[in-house]
């Protein structure tokens, strides 16, 4: 798995690009609490490119969705492909993490 | 038509489980299990084959086996291993209606083996726990000989 990160509104952008699985999750975990620190928990997870995330991905999503929430900043994801929306929607993930279609449809 | 039998063996270190499962779904591909089911069938693989290497296996040198069938019409697969009896399907699901504020992780691999797939069993024989997983595509009237 591949990390591209760059700015995005008045935050940051996310995009984890392959397989978010447990092999990849502890990368994907430390990119994202990095990139919250230096956002002021601000932060969009770009999904258009990743292919596949398992229980160990939502982990580190979820775990991101707590800590934006504590410290009060924000966090959407976007883009979902047709597996991670599966896994999602199962999870109830689409309940409680906002979630929009495109990036062009983010704001921060 | 009986589906040919395949054995795949892993050590038990996390790192292996992809390297399996890449192998396991590109034999799916060749077989022309739909891509749909391919991807599901991954993921419960992944959940269960994790678990197993994340709890309670002797030790790295401890080896996993995965038997399995694949075909157009379904998948199959039972997953070996020698670590201390273990049900997975003894665990409660997850709430997944709870707010974000009360979501607590883990449980939510089993639970997606369980949603996704149509049969799941645990069985404890001969010092191994064995967890067979098996779904089958648009099956209107299921024979048992096909698994």
Known sequence: ?108 | MVMAERSAEMAAIGDEVPILLDRIEAEGRDAGVPEPLLSELRLCLDELLVNVVNHGMPGPQAVVTVNYRLGPNGVWAEIVDPGPPFDPLSLPDPDVDAPLDDRVPGGLGIYFVRRLMDEVVYERRDAFNRLRIAKRVGAVSPSPTNF
Not at chain 1, 32 to 58: K, P, T
Not at chain 1, 78 to 84: I, N, Y
């Open chain 1, 1 to 108: 798995m591949r990390i591209v990160e760059e700015p995005f509104g008045s935050g940051v952008v996310v995009k984890p690009v392959g397989r978010l699985d447990s092999t990849t999750a502890p990368i994907a975990e430390q990119a994202i609490r990095d990139a919250m620190a230096r956002s002021g928990h601000r932060l969009l997870l770009d999904m258009g490119e990743l292919d596949y995330v398992s229980s160990a991905g939502l982990r580190v999503v979820l775990a991101a969705a707590k800590q934006t929430s504590a410290a009060s900043g924000k966090f959407l994801v976007c883009d979902l492909k047709p597996q991670v929306r599966q896994v999602f929607e199962l999870s109830g993930f689409t309940r409680i993490i906002a979630i929009v279609a495109t990036r062009a449809e983010a704001e921060l």
